[in-house]
Each structure stands twice: as C-alpha cells, then as structure tokens.
C-alpha cells in the first residue's frame, strides 16, 4: 500500500519535530552542566538521546514504507533558562506539544485508513503518556523541594540514578558502567 502522500509529509515533518526535541534536550541538558545539577544534566542527555531514537523510528518507517525522506533544518533550541523547575516545565509544554502533533498524524491516518500508521503511531502515543507523566511527577517534586537545597540535590540525584527507558538501545556515556 502506497504511503499517502499528506501522510507521508507529516511523518516526515515529525522526523524533525523529534529531532528539534532532541535538541531542546540537548540544551537543557547543557545548561544543566553550568550547574551543580549532575544529575539533572545526565536526565536531559538521556531525553534527547530517546527523541533522536524516536526520529530514526520515523525515519526508518518512512523508508520502510517506500516513500522519499525530506529532512528540513533544525530551530535553534532555548539555552537560557532561570531555574530547574523553568526547565522541567519547559520540558513539559514540550512532551504536550509532541503529544498534539502525533494524535493530528494519527486523525490523517485514521481518515486515509492506514492501519500500519495507526500502529506505528499508537505506540508513539503510549510513549507520550508515559513522558509526560514521568516529567510531570519531577515538576510536582521540584515545586515541593522549592528552593530548599537539600532537597533539590536529593530529586538531582534521584534523576541522575534514572535508567534510560528500554528500547532505547544501550547506555549513554553517563550510565556507562563504571562512569
Ligand atoms: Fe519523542
Ligand atoms: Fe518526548
């Protein structure tokens, strides 16, 4: 079955949707760096490591499916941020902005009938909800810690000890064993 084409331009727009996530990520991550949050920094490497993963999931179906790959360039991410919980928030409106776009390519398949989308696209919607839940139980935690330092190093080091989800493909020089 021949990809339609309305389809085929939206995965591809979502190949670059996750690889702009993955760069929001990656410039958390490194303004996590300028700070005493190790592990913090370690979390946000790992979340763009997951939404480059999610691109090639994209890209690969689109290529499974026989249609052309256009990629498009990359937005300059957000560097600058005033504290975790602006980052962690930021992190969320992002995980729902994602969310929206995947249930919108999900409706185009549902009106075109390809059921292989619809699967492929499901699994991605599972993926949202988990996301967001994840990173909305470490927003709630951080509005508690406040601005008590001592518990602002405990919810670090709990990020820090946060396994990349499975799937994923491996460990990040941050989980290395031995790291
Ligand atoms: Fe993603
Ligand atoms: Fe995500």
Known sequence: MTLNPKLAKLLNEQINNEMSSSYIY????????QTPYMGFAGWMFNQSR?????????????VDRDAAVVLQP?????ADFKN???????SLKQEQK?????????????QVK???SKNLLLW????????????RDMLDRLKLAGNDPASLLVLDREAGARQ?????????????PGA
Do not use: C
Not at 74 to 78: D, T
Not at 127 to 135: A, I, S
């Open 26 to 33: 990656l410039a958390m991550a490194a303004w996590f760096e």
């Open 50 to 62: 997951e939404e480059t993963m999610h691109a090639l999931k994209f890209y690969q179906y689109v």
């Open 74 to 78: 990359i937005a300059k991410p957000r």
């Open 84 to 90: 975790p919980i602006d980052v962690f928030e930021t």
């Open 98 to 110: 994602v969310t929206q776009q995947i249930n919108e390519l999900f409706e185009v398949a549902e």
């Open 114 to 116: 390809d059921h292989a």
């Open 124 to 135: 991605f919607l599972n993926e949202q909800m988990e996301e967001e839940k994840t990173v």
């Open 164 to 176: 990349a989800p499975t799937g994923s493909g491996g460990g990040t020089p941050r989980s290395h």
